[in-house]
């Protein structure tokens, strides 16, 4: 079931932190024109035959949160945000797919005023994707991945301001949140399309494992790995156009 109607005036918004998370969106794009507000820039378009708005947002919680609000003042009706993540379920291996079943902020702590480890107060302990685009980007992405022989799953989605490169950060992750992957910036996006009740969808491939090698890994692999991401968002589209 594709989740709603897309148009012109309410297109779905594309986001990626770097602009080679983003630059093979573009690159397959028609009528791309560049708008924006204030310093935030985006490319208006028409992408596998769907209203889209795409923009790299740079990295990190504070950029990924600024450019959604922008986005949806756009005009944006729902977001899918692309990209790479290290691996934290240890099932993961470089170039599997993980698509969000929910996504929380694993640097927040407020837990001495009685909240949830990873809750924001006055929000809930994590945020819940869209359920109807949470399904059509996980039926894309196990289909990719047969295609392509790795893996996907549906998980959680940990964000934070913290590039993990440590075994012993990424157990505990996995101990204290359930986290299936970290990355910089999907809750975030959760969090401001939560407040404004648009539908949301992450889907990250994963560059790295977060372990020590997690910085060599993720400049080897981060391009292919999006690559991978960016076919799953396509493939995205064409379901719903
Ligand atoms: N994005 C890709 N790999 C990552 C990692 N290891 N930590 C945080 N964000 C990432």
């Not at 983003?22 to 791309?32: K, S, Y």
Request: aromatic share 4%; hydrophobic share 50%; glycine share 12%.
């Amino acid at each position: 079931m594709t989740p709603l109607q897309l148009t012109a005036e309410r297109p779905l918004a594309v986001i990626g932190a770097m602009e080679e998370e983003v630059a093979p969106l573009l690159a397959a794009a028609l009528d791309a024109r560049e708008e924006g507000e204030g310093p935030y820039r985006w490319h208006r378009a028409t992408l596998d035959g769907v209203p889209v708005l795409l923009a790299a947002c740079g990295i990190g919680k504070v950029n990924a949160a600024a450019l959604t609000q922008a986005l949806l003042g756009g005009g944006a009706s729902a977001v899918i945000f692309t990209g790479v993540a290290g691996g934290v379920d240890p099932g993961l291996r470089v170039g599997d797919l993980v698509v969000a079943h929910d996504a929380l902020q694993h640097d927040v702590d407020v837990t001495p005023l009685g909240y949830e480890e990873g809750q924001v107060p006055g929000e809930p302990p994590v945020w819940a994707a869209d359920p109807g685009l949470r399904d059509l980007v996980a039926g894309v992405a196990a289909d990719v991945a047969g295609a392509e022989g790795v893996r996907s799953i549906v998980g959680r989605v940990a964000s934070g301001d913290t590039f993990v490169a440590d075994p012993k950060r990424v157990a505990d992750l996995r101990r204290r949140f359930g986290a299936s992957c970290a990355e910089m910036e999907g809750a975030a996006v959760a969090q401001v399309c939560a407040r404004w009740g648009v539908p949301w969808a992450i889907v990250r491939s994963v560059s790295d494992t977060a372990d020590h090698d997690a910085g060599v890994d993720f400049r080897a692999f981060t391009e292919e790995a999006a690559r991978r991401a960016v076919a799953v968002v396509r493939g995205t589209l064409r379901r719903w156009a």
